[in-house]
């Protein structure tokens, strides 16, 4: 057995669940707790062109990536589109605010980088789906 790569695993499945549970909580809350509306005049006065399909795919991503991220079921995409909605809201959405408004954006922008990096380990469905 190879301890390093069982904890390194490990490793991974904890910030996968996690962060994926973090995740789609959020998007949970703006899908079905009524803050679409709110995201989407957000993204409007960022400057963004169709506010609303804008604000749907950042909750979408959040949601369903953070869901796909708990079971390691494409992983790189989730993470991907995960760490794009973190960079818009902690490099734009909160670029002037204090570090302790935009540290959960970044800390979530740090997994899902991570997570892009170094896909989901062996405890998860894209490794039973695409075993080599």
Do not use: C
């Amino acid at each position: 057995m190879n301890w390093k790569q069982t904890f390194s695993d490990l490793g991974l499945l904890e910030l996968r669940i996690l962060i994926g549970l973090g995740m789609s909580w959020h998007g949970y809350q703006k899908i079905f707790g009524g803050f679409i509306h709110k995201l989407a005049e957000g993204v409007a006065g960022m400057g963004f062109p169709f506010s609303q399909v804008f604000a749907w795919l950042a909750a979408l991503s959040e949601f369903a990536g953070g869901i796909l991220i708990v079971l390691g079921l494409g992983t790189r995409f989730a993470a991907l589109s995960i760490f794009i909605s973190m960079s818009v809201a902690a490099f734009i959405a909160h670029a002037a605010d204090p570090l302790a408004v935009k540290e959960l954006a970044l800390a979530y922008w740090g997994a899902a980088g991570a997570l892009l990096l170094t896909g989901p380990g062996s405890l998860s469905l894209d490794r039973i789906f695409h075993k080599k």
